[in-house]
C-alpha cells in the first residue's frame, strides 16, 4: 500500500499538520486504525499533563471545570477468592467475578497459558 502526505486539522489548535506518508507506515505496521487529531506539540503538551497549546478546556474527571493534577492511585481492600488472604486492588470489585491475590493470578494466569498451549 503506497502512503502519501496527508494535511489534517489540529484538534485542539486548530493549525493543520502533516501526517507524513513514513508516520503512515509507522501506524499501520503498528496496527492503529486512527489518524492522529493532535499536531506533533499538542500531542507533547497532552502527554506532558497541559491540554493542547489552544485548549482552552479544562481538564477533569469528575465534571468541575478546573484541572486538578494526575489522578490519585487508590487501593481496594478484598479477599482473595482463591486462597481467602486478604489484598489490595487497583479497581473496585463489582462482586459479578472473583477477585485473587497476586501470586493466585499469576498462577491461574499461567495454568491458562499452559493449558490454552496444550490444545
Same mark, same amino acid.
Given at each position: 500500500?503506497?502512503?502519501?502526505?496527508?494535511?489534517?486539522?489540529? %484538534?485542539?489548535? %486548530?493549525?493543520?499538520? &502533516?501526517?507524513?506518508?513514513?508516520?503512515?507506515?509507522?501506524?499501520?505496521?503498528?496496527?492503529?486504525?486512527?489518524?492522529?487529531?493532535?499536531?506533533? +506539540?499538542?500531542?507533547?503538551?497532552?502527554?506532558? #499533563?497541559? #491540554?493542547?497549546?489552544?485548549?482552552?478546556? @479544562?481538564?477533569?474527571?469528575?465534571?468541575?471545570?478546573?484541572?486538578? #493534577? *494526575?489522578?490519585?492511585?487508590?487501593?481496594?481492600? &478484598?479477599?482473595?477468592?482463591?486462597?481467602? @488472604?486478604?489484598?489490595? &486492588? *487497583?479497581?473496585? *470489585?463489582? #462482586?459479578? %467475578? *472473583?477477585?485473587?491475590?497476586?501470586?493466585?493470578?499469576? @498462577?491461574?494466569?499461567? +495454568?491458562?497459558?499452559? +493449558?490454552?498451549?496444550?490444545?
Amino acid at each position: 500500500m503506497a502512503f502519501v502526505d496527508k494535511t489534517i486539522t489540529c %484538534r485542539d489548535c %486548530r493549525t493543520e499538520f &502533516v501526517f507524513t506518508a513514513g508516520e503512515q507506515e509507522f501506524y499501520a505496521s503498528k496496527g492503529f486504525i486512527n489518524e492522529p487529531t493532535r499536531c506533533p +506539540s499538542c500531542r507533547r503538551a497532552r502527554k506532558a #499533563g497541559g #491540554g493542547g497549546e489552544g485548549d482552552s478546556r @479544562q481538564r477533569s474527571s469528575r465534571g468541575s471545570n478546573e484541572y486538578n #493534577g *494526575p489522578r490519585e492511585k487508590v487501593n481496594y481492600t &478484598v479477599v482473595c477468592a482463591n486462597c481467602g @488472604q486478604e489484598t489490595t &486492588v *487497583p479497581f473496585i *470489585p463489582r #462482586g459479578h %467475578r *472473583p477477585v485473587y491475590c497476586s501470586s493466585c493470578f499469576d @498462577q491461574i494466569r499461567q +495454568s491458562n497459558r499452559d +493449558s490454552a498451549l496444550d490444545s
